[in-house]
């Protein structure tokens, strides 16, 4: 995992340029590893002049640029990953890492160990994660506490320097530029083992490790014969290891239940020192079976002194935790509703909150609510268009709820009532907000006994998981065209190109 090289941009538009590189880094080293990987389909880094045009063409930023061009702004051409292809010196530079933030362009380019040609799937290139990483930890660095141009010029004349310590050679040690930062600060005070140069220094307290799993889910249910119901576990591990000594050393051990779901797609942090390749080859792109890995998984690692995300997952769960079942149909000025949520039986029935919200767009205000709920309690946002039903902590033990009604709706007023493209007539939906302490959808959990550390002292350790929804969906039965998750994804670039089209021709 290393970089071919790095830019710093400035956005200033009706400058002749609309831009100015404020600062650049290439590596020749890896340049000429990328040059053996990539072979014939090798494209050399250019000057920061051509680069500049071609990334300002690619991103639409030029001024001048006013025409529609097919390969770049046609709803075919949708790019969802901040990840682009340039156009230069004949060639196309690929991949190319870049992302706007005020006024500041941020753009990195990652070694492809491998040809281009065909090119190969983003998640199976690791620099690119390396590469965000990086560009985020200079954003960081450049805005923290940042309050004038002076300050910037300040700290964009540091990076130099910080470079060589946090991503020597082009491979990222510390995406924190200002543990760097205070390394060199901090250079008067000596130490008998050698100083890492992605830390800052030494921790003088309590010895004491911090343990954090949280999950997300994601859902979207429909409840028709022709079309899927779809769900997703994401997984993150947050480590905070507060321990004496220059390079202690700890290994966390996530271990699972015997029904649990096997964890994929596993990205880890930098400072992990080596893996099992069990873990690393195993992918939700593959068929699960009997012979997948299912730990423990192992990361023995040298802890930086802040927090930090020890590493990511995915999982391929076999039943979403709450099922659901929405159906809405119209009656001239009002809407009757019908929604059935179960909890399955092998999650966890105490939640911190639990709540499904039911908007209601493209209508007037709510001006009556008839309604019967056979738990918790349902509260009405009449200006807003939306219901709201608190279910609570804890599902009854049937573990089935429900709540049906009828909505009636006053005239239409553009100015205050919330408007959608995609809810429109019957294509409605219901999202469900929850979050459960103590408890993990795979059965994913560290505890005490699964950390080792490696250093002075005995520390307290400390253990925690929690599953949180997100974009849990369910949506209207009766819809005339059920809305899955990628089309969703393709009206609302469409819907993009199409609004810069109009309004920034």
């Known amino acids: 995992m290393a970089q071919r090289a790095v ?70 051409h949708i790019n969802k990953t901040s990840v682009y292809g340039l156009l230069v010196g004949g060639g196309e530079l690929w991949p190319v890492v870049a992302f706007l933030k005020n006024n500041m362009i941020y753009a990195c380019v990652p070694l492809v160990e491998q040809t281009l040609s065909p090119r190969p799937p983003l998640i199976s290139i690791s620099g690119i994660s390396q590469s965000f990483e990086l560009l985020f930890g200079i954003q960081d660095f450049l805005h923290l506490g940042q309050k004038n141009e002076t300050e910037l010029n300040t700290k964009l004349n540091q990076l130099p320097d910080l470079l060589l310590q946090a991503c020597p050679f082009g491979t990222l040690l510390d995406a924190n530029l200002q543990n760097s930062l205070d390394s060199i600060n901090f250079a008067s005070v000596t130490h008998p083992q050698k ?27 429909y409840d028709k014969q022709d079309i899927a119901d779809t769900w997703q576990v994401v997984g993150a591990v947050t480590c905070k290891c507060d321990l004496e000594g220059i390079m202690p050393n700890v290994t966390i051990s996530l271990s699972l239940p015997t029904n649990g779901s ?19 080859t195993s992918s939700s792109i593959d068929a699960m079976d009997d012979s997948a890995f299912s730990g423990p998984y192992k990361f023995p690692f040298t802890p930086p002194l802040e927090s930090f995300n020890l590493c990511y997952y995915t999982s391929q769960v076999p039943v979403p935790p709450i099922l659901g079942f929405y159906q809405m149909k119209e009656e001239e000025i009002q809407v009757k509703i019908t929604v059935n949520l179960k909890l399955h039986e092998s999650v966890k029935n105490n939640f911190e909150f639990c709540e499904a919200r039911i908007p209601f767009y493209n209508r007037g205000p709510v001006t009556h609510v008839e ?80 950390v080792q550390v490696f250093a002075s002292g005995k520390p307290k350790i400390s253990t925690h998981r929690k599953l949180i929804s997100s974009d849990y969906y369910i949506w209207n039965s009766k819809a005339p065209a059920p809305i899955t998750y990628g089309s969703l994804l393709l009206i609302s670039h469409c819907f993009r190109d199409i609004h810069r089209l109009l309004y920034h021709p």
């Open 195 to 221: 100083q890492p140069a992605w830390k800052v220094g030494t921790y003088k307290g309590k010895p004491q490790v911090s343990v954090s799993i949280t999950e997300k889910v994601k859902s979207m249910q």
């Open 371 to 450: 309604y019967k709920v056979s738990f918790g309690q349902l509260e009405v946002f009449r200006e807003r268009s939306l219901l709201i039903w608190i279910i609570g902590q804890k599902f009854p033990k049937s573990m089935e709820i429900s709540l049906s009604g009828t909505v009636t709706f006053g005239a239409k007023s553009h100015e205050k009532q919330p408007f959608d493209e995609i809810c429109i007539g019957g294509t409605a939906y219901l999202k469900l907000h929850f979050k459960i302490l103590d408890y993990t959808l795979t059965g994913c959990y560290a505890d005490q006994h699964s």
């Open 7 to 76: 830019w710093l941009i400035s956005h200033e538009p009706g400058t002749p340029l609309c831009g100015t590189v404020r600062f650049s880094r290439r590596y020749p080293t890896v340049e000429k590893r990328a040059k053996v990987f990539n072979g014939t389909s090798y494209v050399p880094i250019p000057e920061d002049g051509p680069f500049l045009k071609a990334l300002f063409f690619e991103l639409r930023l030029l001024d001048d640029d006013k025409d529609f061009v097919e390969s770049r702004d046609s709803c075919s």
């Open 262 to 280: 096997p964890l994929q797609d596993i990205l880890v942090h930098p400072c992990v020192t080596s893996l099992d390749s069990a873990i690393l």
